[in-house]
Every structure is written in structure tokens, then in C-alpha cells.
């Protein structure tokens, strides 16, 4: 397979019939570091906004539990991934994250926001960091994915387009983005869990990066110090870098790479249930009893995970409580 192969066949396909199959060519074959980092910094991105920073600083899951809260996100979306949406997976983690959401106030600007961060800082970070660039065809075919999740969580007003997504981001943006105390919380527990990835030595390094691809609206939200520009310059041109040299050195990667072979993905070392991953309701600031449903889904993934020899299992298993396991990528991430 040559490098620009699997690009003809994504050009082939029908971008709105063919969505999921393109979205997953993309995330798990064309740009699965990418991707990885990209839509760390979206949901990185959704902190500075105060009210979606303050509600999460208030949960404590991103700044006590950071590591799971990484973990159960990559996981419910690779599941989406892999399996698409109206799979018995797709239709499980959806449950999983409409449950966890309606357990508190969040307006639904503030949902369609964190929803067109999944759409265009991905798009963005490939075109400023990627091997190469996407096409408007698979712009429209991520746009189409995220519009229709969006429509299954309930969120009212999707756009239409990426380019609607896009406008959105930046117009909520300009108005929104501000200081606020729960949302700086949040971002350095976020900037400590990046770093711990990295061995000790590297660990300051890593953060000062992070910060040094931050756009000046981000920085401003949280209050922090402009990085040096020879900082800005050698962090940045170390991505172009890297993705110059996966163009012209690496082959392409025939088999995908799923969230779960990540090595960031640290908290389920004997693997997990889907049925269990995230929280319960019960832990808003205004406690919520847990639901029927929710107590359904946690039984199902307990009872499947038993079956399966423990919690958590080593194989993979088809059904919403199906034991997966972690670890173990055949390739590494390109």
C-alpha cells in the first residue's frame, strides 16, 4: 500500500452514507496520534468556558480522578468509533454519556460548544500538525458523524456543516471564553495528568509544550504567562516535523489502533466493561439518587464481566457489557 492509497478509497466513498466507515479510516489509520492529541486539547479547550469549567472543577472528576475521567472518555468514544452508533456498543456508550450529562444543568449552547470542539480542533491540529491536511470530503463526513451523535444526546440546533461547527466554536469562543477559578482547577490537574505520561525527567518539558501550542485566547482564559517565542517555535515546528516524517518515512499503518492500545489509557489494566465506565448519577453538588436505568446498566456490565472470569475480563466479548480488554497495540501510534 502506498502512503495516499487508503485517501483515494476514503475519496471513493459517499462522505454522508459512508460517514462512520471514513470517520474510522481517519482516527484509527490515517491520523491515530494525531487525532489522540487533538482531541485531548478539545476537551482541554472546553475548560475555558466558565460554566463548563466550573461544573467540572465542582464534580472533582477532572481535577481528583483525572486519569479515569481521561480513560472513560477515550473508551466511550472508541467504542463509537469502532462500532458506530446504532451498534449495541455505539448505543451503550451514548446511554452512558446521556445519563451522565442529564444529572446536571448544562445549558445546551454550553453542550453544542464542547460538541464542535470534537469537530474542528481536530480538523485544525491536522491542518497545522498532520502528515497532511483533510480533504472537504472528510470534513463533511467527521461533520456528518458528530451531527448525528449530537442529534442521539439530544442536543438541539446541531449545525449542518463543518463549516457551521466551526463558526460556532469561534463565535462562542469570543463571547464566552473568561477566568474563572474551577476552570484553571481543572486545566493544571489536566496539564499534571499529561505530564505524569512522560517519564520524570521530561514531565516539565511536557507541560511547558502543552502550553506553548495554546492559542493566546486560551492562555488569556486561564491566566497563564505567555510561553517564550523560541518555545512556541521549537515545540510547533517539532510537530510539523513529526508529521513531515510520517509522510515521508513511515509506511501507512494497515491495521487500526483503537483508544484502548494507548498507553495513556492507565486504568484498567485487566480491562473493562462498557456498561461501567463513567460515573453514576448521585454525584451532582445538588445529589441525585441513581436511576433504574443507570442501576441496570452498571448490573448488566457486573453480571456480563462475571461471566467473563472478573471484572474488567481479558477478551473481548460482543454486547454492551462486554468485557475489553487494554493494552497489547500491535502497532504503534503513528
Known amino acids: 500500500m502506498r502512503r495516499y492509497d487508503r485517501l483515494r478509497h476514503i475519496l471513493r466513498l ?8 471514513i470517520f474510522r479510516l481517519i ?7 494525531d487525532t489522540a492529541r487533538a482531541l485531548e486539547f478539545a476537551l482541554y479547550r472546553t475548560y475555558a468556558v466558565p460554566s463548563i ?6 464534580t472533582a472528576e477532572l481535577t481528583e480522578r483525572s486519569q479515569k475521567r481521561y480513560d472513560d472518555t477515550a473508551l466511550l468514544l472508541d467504542a463509537l468509533i469502532e462500532h458506530g452508533h446504532s451498534s449495541e456498543e455505539g448505543r451503550t456508550a451514548i446511554r452512558r454519556v446521556n445519563r451522565m450529562h442529564r444529572a446536571y444543568d448544562i445549558s445546551d449552547d454550553d453542550m453544542r460548544y464542547v460538541l464542535c470542539t470534537f469537530v474542528v480542533v481536530p480538523v ?6 498532520g502528515w497532511r491536511a483533510l480533504t472537504a470530503h472528510e470534513r463533511t ?3 456528518t458523524v458528530y451531527r448525528q451523535l449530537g442529534k442521539l444526546m439530544g442536543i438541539r440546533e446541531v449545525p449542518e456543516d463543518y463549516e457551521g461547527f466551526a463558526r460556532f466554536l469561534d463565535e462562542y469562543e469570543t463571547a464566552h471564553f473568561g477566568y474563572d477559578e474551577g476552570g484553571r482547577a481543572v486545566s493544571d490537574a489536566t496539564l499534571d495528568l499529561m505530564a505524569s505520561w512522560y517519564p520524570k525527567p521530561l514531565a516539565p518539558f511536557a507541560r511547558r509544550a502543552a502550553l506553548a501550542l495554546m492559542d493566546e485566547p486560551l492562555l488569556r482564559a486561564f491566566d497563564y504567562r505567555t510561553p517564550p517565542g523560541w ?3 521549537t515545540a510547533r515546528g517539532a510537530l510539523r516535523l513529526r508529521g513531515r516524517a510520517v509522510r515521508l518515512a513511515l509506511p501507512p499503518r494497515r491495521r487500526p489502533h483503537y483508544a484502548r492500545q494507548k498507553s495513556q489509557i492507565r486504568g484498567y489494566p485487566n480491562g473493562y466493561a462498557l456498561a461501567e465506565l463513567g460515573t453514576f448519577p448521585g454525584v451532582c453538588p445538588v ?6 436505568a443507570d442501576r441496570e446498566d452498571r448490573a448488566v456490565g457486573e453480571d456480563r464481566a462475571e461471566r467473563l472470569g472478573g471484572p474488567g ?3 473481548r466479548a460482543a454486547g454492551s457489557g462486554g468485557a475489553v480488554a487494554t493494552g497489547g497495540s500491535e502497532h504503534e501510534e503513528q
Do not use: K
Not at 287 to 292: D, G, N, R, V, W
Open 53 to 58: 469549567g466550573r461544573l467540572l472543577a465542582e
Open 124 to 129: 485544525r491540529w491536522l491542518e497545522s500538525y
Open 14 to 21: 459517499d462522505p454522508v452514507e459512508d460517514c462512520e466507515e
Open 141 to 143: 463526513a467527521v461533520a
Open 287 to 292: 445529589p441525585h439518587p441513581a436511576s433504574a
Open 231 to 233: 518555545l512556541r517555535r
Open 27 to 33: 482516527v484509527t489509520r490515517e491520523f491515530p496520534w
Open 313 to 315: 475480563g481479558t477478551s
